[in-house]
């Protein structure tokens, strides 16, 4: 039984302090696909290009078995296109632009052997859509849905409506706090589990991510890093890991779901080494299995020696 | 050997969106001492007050076996008083008034007994005074450091020549990114460990503590809560219950260094469930431990089951 996967695919122009390119790969689908393809194989994917989307790149999926079947190529139309510029600082980031072009009227429609997944993350596109392939899919087992304040701000109803089918909600600190008007993380955090997700985490980027489920907050670390290169696509791939992990091995117990938090952790930190997709291209099982364990160095203490 | 602490003992009125107090005891020496006092005994306070300082506070003080020959009681004079206000996102906070009183003219004088001490505890004051205290040690083996961004600010020059004398420094992230100039906590952390001292910290707050040392990267949760009364004093009382384990064990292993930011953040927690000191009053060794445990229980996972 496959992953599935939608959200957008991009041509991202990027700047920070560091570097800058121009029409890289990016989108949820793509992070949370790649990060995902190093548990599960194949991944498969929906979402929408245009036929300007270049070979190379759906070439590079296809080497990481992402099943891109359900990727559709407009004709005609170009890919949606996203610019951002990061600071100094670089939680601080400025949207320079947005061209939606093909991404404008898409409408997911699942290959009919997508429809027998299980296992499913809604990588972050407006919850309508994420809405519709969920209501294609025939038996969703666990459904692993990821947000942004855009659509907080903007559909909330429809995002509500989403979250009571939802098993897995990940969202930042800030957008929880928006999301539910409390400041208080821990009150969020329950009230946004009253609204229909099992398990929540909430990504809090340099400071890591928590997670709560009914009987465990779990508090994973942020890996220490001096240099971030292009913090692009972190979420998405911390979502890839988290559902890679836990398809791959099929136990959500809390102890596994708290190493799948650990697994996303890890993705993430490897994406944003590099710039765009390349710090997830070319990952070997050990790699992330060493990093896995530097967190545990991280964070581990004991009572006594 | 006793553990010598020095700070500012104040009267503070504090106004949060549960309660409010006026004239509660407050000032970093006393929150220090009182979360050291569960580990370390006596505990040696330097520090100023007026003579209008409640004598319930200073039996109480002493009730917690806290040495207060080192206290001056200047005749005539008011204590140090300090009026603040938190707003119902507890991370902001605003400074109403600060009175200096007694503290104006403060000069810390150790009685003889206090210049054996081994084990000090620089509480949030002034940097200048800090060595004075410091200058008046004839052997000091292990020196903590806490300050504000008040100091880091008006007294830089002051500060980073007593940083040189300094074992572990405490700041929090603000105040590190202040110091440096260094958005990325991570790089800050190594030029701040560069100025002096071989072990700093870091309190993130809500976010936890990161401690830094020459071979370590420490990640420490923060307990959850969901409401936190009165924020004073977390910050005095992390560096108490540090300053108080290791001092009480005398072990500065790498692992028992961790073991300290853990009872440290423990007492963080106690102390901001409460309004003023209160917090710390009433605590059994048996509750700091169960706190202790459950910090592991946040933070730890395993690579397998």
Redo the contacts between chains.
Sequence with gaps: MSLLVVGSVALDSVETPFDKVEAALGGSATYISLAASYFSAPVELVGVVGDDFPKQYTEMLERHNVDLEGLQIIKGEKTFRWGGKYH????VRDTLFTELNAFENFNPVLPDRYKKSRYICLGNIDPILQMRVLEQVSDPQFVVCDTMNLWINLMKLDLLKLLKKVHVFILNDSEARMLTEE?????AA?LIRQMGPEILIIK?G???A?LFTNDT??????Y?????FDPTGAGDSFAGGFTGYLHKTRDL?P??I??A??YGSTMASFCVEKFSTKGLEDLSYLQIQDR??EF?K??????T?
Excluded: C, T, W
């Design positions: 100094y600082d670089l939680n400041p208080n993380l821990i009150k329950k809090k340099e400071h890591g928590m907050i779990f508090s994973a670390p942020a220490p890093m001096e240099i971030i117990s102890e596994n708290k190493r938090v650990i896995f364990r545990r991280i964070s581990s203490f004991n009572e020696d």
